[in-house]
């Protein structure tokens, strides 16, 4: 299996502007979770999804993050308008809903920079 | 509200020694644990992870984990430590209320030496 896969695995931009961070995850997992990883405020959850629908988004920020999962192996987190305090590293991680003692398995993470 | 501890920012242990990476936790009831390693511009790999039954959980890459319930931990061993080992540990908690977002430590940072 190829794992959790996220694109791009760098970002670059500025502020102002929109950034989309895409996710795929593992084939057959039917939860998938956002989290952002800071030093100030290390890892946390942004918001996750079960059967593709947004179950708890009590982490993102504000109006200006949303996420959406259009299927089962697609996932995007948009940040419009971009400020400096988003550079972060996210991580998508995916896992198979056996209740709640399931593994989380994550991807890469995609690095953000916001100048 | 969950939380975890891991009291220290770095460990340091030489090559062949055992080594230990401690986590405390807080849930309300019961506590599922789980164990994270985060290698240089990688993401989390998982470990281990404890949900019920015998106290002592085995892991990948030798590692294993000890939950002690009375002192709400769940500490982080390995017999021998190798270089290779080197890199940064993140202890988790979930607990038994259905919210499957994980909770993290600050994570600790395992130097091996040589």
């Known amino acids: 299996d190829a794992g959790v896969i996220q694109s791009p695995r760098h970002e670059v931009t500025e502020m102002g502007q929109e950034v989309t961070l895409r996710c795929k995850p593992i084939s057959g997992h039917n939860s998938l979770f956002w989290y952002r990883q800071t030093m100030m405020r290390g890892l946390e959850l942004l918001i996750y999804f079960n059967n593709n629908v947004p179950i708890d988004d009590s982490g993102m920020p504000e109006d200006r993050f949303s996420a959406k999962m259009p299927n089962a192996s697609f996932s995007t987190l948009k940040i419009q308008p971009s400020e400096p305090r988003d550079s972060a590293v996210y991580f998508c991680?995916?896992?198979?809903?056996?209740?709640?003692?399931?593994?989380?398995?994550f991807g890469p993470g995609t690095r953000l920079t916001v100048l | 509200a969950q939380s975890v501890a891991q009291p220290e920012d770095q460990v340091n242990v030489a090559e062949g020694n055992p080594l230990t990476v401690k986590c405390t936790y807080s849930v309300s009831g019961n506590p599922y644990l789980f164990w994270y390693v985060q290698y240089p511009n990688r993401g989390l790999q998982f470990l281990l992870k404890y949900i019920t039954g015998d106290n002592l959980v085995k892991g990948s890459y030798g590692f294993e984990a000890e939950f002690n319930k009375s002192q709400t931990s769940f500490h982080l061993k390995k017999p021998s430590a190798l270089v290779s080992d080197s890199a940064l540990y993140f202890c988790a908690v979930r607990d038994e209320t259905g919210r499957r977002a994980l909770t993290f430590g600050s994570g600790t940072r395992l130097q091996v030496q040589p």
């Open positions: 991680a995916s896992s198979l809903s056996r209740g709640i003692t399931d593994t989380q398995y």
